[in-house]
């Protein structure tokens, strides 16, 4: 093998290297891009009422499970997807099932919501921490105050 065909090799096998980095790194960017978090915001329904809504999300490679909180009620997520920038979610609405379909746009969640015969806009954003952990936080001054007069 002359000089050049060897130069031309390693470029080949660098190049190649390169883009099978390239290709990995893209999956990880995209298993990284989880919707897991609370939301909070609002739906409408065909009568125009506005119904407050919190949306705790888990999200495991894109299969998500997790809660609804609403107005109307609470009602568990039952199925959900990420592919992309699109979350489908699938919801018990009381014996019947709903369909919540929405575009994430930075830490927004805008969509649109189905049960029944009813119908309408959703508008959600997510929140910076949940209940849950900010009574973690709340919780951990005291105890360390009463570890310490000890």
């Given at each position: 093998?002359?000089?050049?065909?060897?130069?031309?090799?390693?470029?080949?096998?660098?190049?190649?290297?390169t883009l099978l980095?390239?290709?990995?790194?893209?999956?990880?960017?995209?298993?990284?891009?989880?919707?897991?978090?609370?939301?909070?915001?609002?739906?409408?329904?065909?009568?125009?009422?506005?119904?407050?809504?919190?949306?705790?999300?888990?999200?495991?490679?894109?299969?998500?499970?997790?809660?609804?909180?609403?107005?109307?009620?609470?009602?568990?997520?039952?199925?959900?997807?990420?592919?992309g920038d699109k979350?489908?979610?699938?919801?018990?609405?009381?014996?019947?099932?709903?369909?919540?379909?929405?575009?994430?746009?930075?830490?927004?969640?805008?969509?649109?919501?189905?049960?029944?015969?009813?119908?309408?806009?959703?508008?959600?954003?997510?929140?910076?921490?949940?209940?849950?952990?900010?009574?973690?936080?709340?919780?951990?001054?005291?105890?360390?105050?009463?570890?310490?007069?000890?």
């Open positions: 093998m002359s000089r050049l065909e060897r130069i031309s090799l390693f470029c080949m096998l660098c190049f190649f290297s980095v390239a290709q990995q790194h893209g999956v990880a960017a995209d298993s990284g891009d989880s919707v897991a978090g609370r939301y909070e915001g609002t739906a409408t329904n065909k009568a125009g009422e506005v119904i407050t809504v919190t949306l705790d999300l888990k999200d495991a490679d894109g299969v998500l499970s997790g809660n609804i909180s609403s107005s109307h009620g609470d009602f568990p997520i039952v199925s959900g997807s990420r592919q979350v489908t979610i699938t919801f018990d609405a009381g014996g019947d099932t709903g369909t919540i379909s929405l575009k994430r746009t930075g830490d927004k969640l805008v969509g649109s919501f189905s049960a029944g015969d009813d119908d309408g806009p959703v508008d959600l954003k997510k929140t910076v921490a949940s209940r849950s952990s900010t009574a973690v936080r709340a919780q951990n001054p005291a105890s360390r105050e009463s570890s310490n007069s000890h």
